[in-house]
């Protein structure tokens, strides 16, 4: 069994579709203040994407939707970006990406990261776990349970199921030196 | 007034009003970065019947933050003695989605969005 969940959308470049992509080597400055950068990435894709829902100043609604949706996509975002530079492996040889893309009905992130064997076994176990239970009755339970311990895993995860409706898709590919190239991808319905 | 400060964010308790200010972005590196904020939240509830969380200028919350929030809220509940409650702001879109939640952890929270 691959531990696969859910299907990884090819992305195709047509009129429909705008993206962006950030890659980069997490190893290359101190985690300390690489972290800081999640946060500026994830708000410039935030604020990327309100081009494409103008305001109209006769229509309110379109204030909050802007906002819902530059918030939406900032935390989303910045989740990732965390995650990724939590659970990246940086002995192997492939760097840390993230791609958004924004087609007419949906925002599509994928973010690719390298992890060695024990670290993927036990993230395909949680997302296991994640495919088979209620994401709002799992959300109440981490907290419960961390309450008790410190545990707080896949607790953004479960927001963005929860709070924003996302659909969550993972894959698994083994790579060079025991590794795995590990994508999550998270839709956004619009 | 006692407070905590780093890039991008405040927090300030007052203790005249009993309640705790948070300003900014959160966006810590996990648990353990926001065990400050956790003793700062957990002492304030300490020798107390009532206490406001102020959320109204929180721009941005990770999910570690979330947890320590989730966790505080759990810990209010269990101790019994003190009414919490939230304040949040309808301007900030992470707070209409993802506040509610923490009514599910203690019913009797008192969440008002302005």
């Known amino acids: 069994m691959n531990g696969n969940q859910g299907e990884i959308r090819e992305i195709r470049f047509d009129r429909n579709t705008e993206s962006l992509d950030l890659s980069f080597w997490p190893g290359s400055v101190p985690l300390k203040q690489r972290w800081r950068n999640n946060g500026l990435s994830a708000d410039f894709l935030g604020d990327y994407v309100t081009t494409f829902f103008p305001l109209d100043e006769n229509d309110p609604a379109t204030r909050k939707r802007q906002s819902e949706i530059r918030g939406a996509v900032s935390f989303i975002a910045n989740e990732l970006l965390e995650n990724a530079m939590k659970f990246h492996d940086d002995s192997l040889p492939e760097p840390i990406t993230m791609r958004l893309c924004l087609q007419q009905k949906e925002i599509i992130f994928q973010q690719v990261n390298c992890a060695g064997r024990d670290a993927t076994e036990a993230f395909r176990a949680f997302v296991e776990r994640l495919g088979s239970s209620d994401p709002g009755e799992l959300f109440v339970q981490q907290l419960e349970q961390g309450a008790a311990s410190e545990g707080s895993a896949g607790l953004g995860y479960l927001t963005m199921i929860n709070d924003y409706g996302a659909e969550l898709a993972w894959r698994f590919e083994p790579i060079a030196d025991n590794g795995f190239r590990v994508t999550t991808q998270v839709i956004l319905e619009i | ?114």
């Not at chain 2, 959160?26 to 926001?34: I, V």
């Not at chain 2, 957990?42 to 919350?61: G, H, P, Q, V, Y």
């Not at chain 2, 999910?63 to 009414?83: Q, Y």
């Not at chain 2, 989605?97 to 929270?109: D, G, Q």
């Open chain 2, 1 to 114: 007034m006692q407070s905590l400060s780093g890039e991008g964010y405040k927090v300030e308790l007052d203790a005249e009003t009993d309640s705790i200010r948070l300003i900014g972005a959160l966006r810590l590196g996990g648990l353990a970065e926001y065990a400050p904020l956790s003793q700062l939240l957990e002492n304030a509830l300490d020798d107390r019947t009532k206490l406001t969380i102020d959320l109204t200028e929180l721009e941005f919350l990770n999910s570690s933050g979330i947890a320590t929030l989730s966790k505080f809220v759990i810990s209010a509940r269990n101790r019994h003695h003190c009414a919490l409650a939230i304040r949040g702001s309808e301007a900030i879109a992470w707070q209409g989605k993802s506040l509610k939640n923490l009514k599910r952890l203690m019913p009797a929270l008192e969440l008002t969005f302005e």
